[in-house]
């Protein structure tokens, strides 16, 4: 490095004693408005999975009535002792609802990353500021 | 050995809440200098918003792409003339009047101006009362090379000018400098 570029021509200007708290102030207050807004959507949808939850459940129950997937389930627990339990299995499995479970799936995960991000915004909207030590 | 800002950031976004502020420790004094002889009383809200900027956008910052300080004083100085067009006081014909003066095209050298104007100026309040006399553009590319201590290339990425522009600048910067020290010491003051 050359002798010009160690050159100062201005030196710096210690800022006002109450700049660093006032930066960190605005800063955690963007973030909880942040988070309050974060904390209405997702516990919205936390709220709206939670009440589709139970005709989703009653529409599972009902579909594997129909589907016959009882019927298929005891005549393959009774299929071990005669031997034919793979084919009844295939049948089992064809016989399960799968639009109805992966409604049930959206659902459940729907409400369960809902409830993650609602708890996780609402600790910081109602965690008071602290500045650091 | 303390750690880098981008360990810093790479912990505040894993959670520690500490880091941030650790950060804006570290740079608070250089933004602060640097918004203060841009704006002038606004400085404060300059360095406010600037590092709120930063914490908005701190996951979209690419250590590749520029160092940290790089990147914050290119947000610094994008704030600082937010405020400064706010107040109608940036006005870029000043610019073409600073081009269009023949006396600096008859400069041969200005590479010895730092240490001329160091040398001439015994007071560094003449050299501040001086400064403010420069257009903004001048201004801050003095400010960051010979406060902030960045290099052209870095300057270049803060000031998003190809960096010619920013040499360029910085030989006409310290030549208007030096024209205001001779003006100054003919008036005898």
């Known amino acids: 490095m050359t002798k010009k570029e160690n050159v100062t021509l201005f030196k710096e200007i210690d800022p006002p004693h109450e700049l660093f708290s006032m930066v960190l102030t605005r800063v955690a207050l963007a973030r909880q408005n942040a988070a309050r807004f974060r904390l209405v959507i997702f516990g919205t949808i936390a709220f709206s999975s939670a009440l589709m939850l139970v005709p989703t459940l009653q529409y599972v129950a009902s579909e594997f009535k129909i589907s016959g997937f009882y019927d298929y389930a005891s005549l393959f627990l009774d299929s071990f002792s005669h031997g034919y339990w793979q084919e009844l299995l295939y049948s089992l499995a064809a016989s399960l609802p799968s639009i109805a479970l992966l409604l049930l799936a959206i659902i459940s995960g729907a409400l369960v990353w809902s409830l993650w991000h609602t708890n996780r915004n609402a600790r910081i909207v109602f965690t008071r500021f602290a500045l650091p030590a | ?189």
């Open chain 2, 1 to 189: 050995m303390g750690r880098t800002d981008e360990e810093l950031i790479a912990e505040y976004l894993t959670g520690n809440e500490d880091a941030f502020a650790l950060l804006v420790q570290r740079h608070l004094k250089s933004v602060y200098s640097f918004a203060a002889r841009s704006v002038g009383d606004e400085a404060e809200d300059v360095v406010q918003d600037t590092f709120l900027k930063v914490w908005k956008n701190l996951k979209k910052y690419d250590s590749s792409n520029a160092k940290f300080k790089t990147w914050l004083m290119h947000i610094a100085r994008n704030t600082a003339i937010d405020y400064l067009r706010k107040k109608k006081s940036f006005v870029f014909s000043d610019i073409e009047r600073e081009y269009g003066d023949a006396e600096i095209l008859n400069v041969v050298d200005p590479e010895d101006l730092p240490d001329e104007i160091v040398a001439r100026t015994h007071d560094a309040l003449y050299v501040e009362a001086l400064f403010k006399k420069l257009t903004p553009e001048y201004r801050e590319v003095l400010l960051l090379r010979y406060m902030n201590q960045m290099t052209f290339e870095e300057i270049s990425k803060i000031i998003d000018e190809p960096i010619n522009t920013v040499r360029s600048r910085h030989h006409r910067g310290l030549i208007k400098l030096r024209q205001y020290l001779d003006e100054m010491h003919q008036n005898g003051t």
